[in-house]
């Protein structure tokens, strides 16, 4: 991978106001999104994860996964009857491809200068035992909040992140997927279900939540040096609004869900 976090931060061009990764931005339509992950790396492969439904005129999808030379994207989408949309995005880049691994004050600093004041951070001695992560989290007016994120709001789908497992050194799509039923949920219950049953307390948020991994070398950590980070930026008044369209959308067209799930290969 020849991208590297301390050099790709500078690059994107971030404003403390505004959210987004390689100049993908929440909101921003589907089409327009993937001609800058091309433009970024154009070796990404795409796969789309989709649900069908006897009564609509095709499947729902619901997330495009994007794979290729040591990073990966999962793009959340907003559903019919909603415009084709970004609605949550999980980046996960691995350093440790070019050998160029950078160390964890340097991300954090260039994190923040693109990103602005920082809302949590569970602070540096989090790597050594596990995982740092990093909030930055606006409200529902676009106002910077000082404040931890509430657990319960970090396990929504809106916010969940999926990330590698510890000591993974290749990226694996699966992992950071939205669960099929979870999907199938959100369109079947709505933005409030089963398996997001306090996501309406959450809705107000909009977040970029950044998770550094330790660097590990024959199985030992080495103090301060991330090997790979996930970046996750998600919207909760965007989420609930076209996820609400879209279960609407099925109560009043269709039939009954088909048997199984498509997903892309």
């Not at 049953?197 to 909009?206: D, H, I, K, L, M």
Request: charged content about 20%.
């Amino acid at each position: 991978m020849k991208l590297f976090l301390a050099v790709a931060l500078v690059s994107l061009g971030l404003g403390a106001a505004e959210f987004d990764i390689e100049g993908i931005r929440l909101g921003m339509p589907i089409k327009e999104a993937m001609t800058l992950l091309r433009a970024h790396n154009p070796n990404m492969r795409l796969a789309p994860d989709s649900i069908p439904y006897a009564g609509l005129p095709s499947a729902l999808t619901y997330g495009i996964n994007a794979v290729g030379q040591g990073e990966g994207f999962y793009f959340l989408v907003t559903m019919p009857p909603n415009e084709a949309l970004i609605s949550k995005v999980t980046w996960v880049a691995h350093f440790a491809e070019d050998g160029k691994v950078p160390r964890q004050e340097a991300v954090v600093a260039n994190l923040a200068r693109k990103y602005g004041p920082i809302s949590w951070d569970t602070g540096p001695a989090a790597l050594s035992i596990g995982t740092r992560d990093i909030f930055w989290i606006d409200n529902e007016q676009g106002a910077r909040v000082n404040v931890r994120p509430p657990p319960r709001c970090l396990g929504q789908s809106t916010f969940y992140m999926n990330s590698p497992k510890p000591g993974t050194k290749r990226w694996d799509p699966v992992s950071v997927r939205l669960p099929p039923m979870a999907a199938r949920l959100r369109i079947e219950e709505g933005f409030v279900n089963r398996t997001d049953p306090v996501a309406e307390q959450c809705a107000g948020y909009t977040m970029v939540h950044a998770r550094l991994f330790p660097s590990r070398v024959l199985g030992v950590r080495v103090p301060n040096l991330v090997e790979y980070v996930v970046l996750l930026m998600a919207s909760g008044p965007l989420d609930r609004k076209t996820t609400q369209a879209t279960h609407q959308y099925w109560l009043k067209t269709a039939k009954s869900p088909a048997p199984s799930v498509q997903k892309g290969k």
